[in-house]
Nanobody
Framework: QVQLVESGGGLVQAGDSLRLSCAAS????????MAWFRQAPGKEREFAAA????????YYADSVKGRFTISRDNAVNTVYLQMNNLRPEDTAVYYC?????????????????WGQGTQVTVSS
């Protein structure tokens, strides 16, 4: 069992930055592939970014590439999402999720544990 708690969301203006954090507890954090997903009102949950167990490989959706950076600190069991140059279309609830393994997966159904989500709202 893994417990995940996201934080760092808020209301910002277009062009601003936010950093989301996801603190994990339970099983060995470093054994898990970590990802951030987001879900806008009326839309399906979509992949945003992922990072492998060591933090050496990262993956991004085209919509966030070049603006978002995912990172992790296995010493404190936390994964981060640095979001720069935010746009109104980035408005969503952001979730972190984990799955065992070494292969990047972009489907939310393949992730075993989820946090409760944190709201990010970007005004124009």
């Amino acid at each position: 069992q893994v417990q995940l708690v996201e934080s760092g969301g808020g209301l910002v203006q277009a062009g601003d930055s936010l950093r989301l954090s996801c603190a994990a507890s339970g099983r060995t954090f470093s054994a898990y592939f970590m990802a951030w997903f987001r879900q806008a009102p009326g839309k399906e949950r979509e992949f945003a970014a992922a990072i492998n167990r060591s933090g050496g490989s990262t993956y991004y959706a085209d919509s966030v590439k070049g603006r978002f950076t995912i990172s992790r600190d296995n010493a404190v069991n936390t994964v981060y999402l640095q979001m720069n140059n935010l746009r109104p279309e980035d408005t969503a609830v952001y979730y972190c999720a984990v799955r065992p393994g070494t292969v990047v997966v972009r489907s939310p159904g393949r992730y075993d544990y989820w946090g409760q989500g944190t709201q990010v709202t970007v005004s124009s």
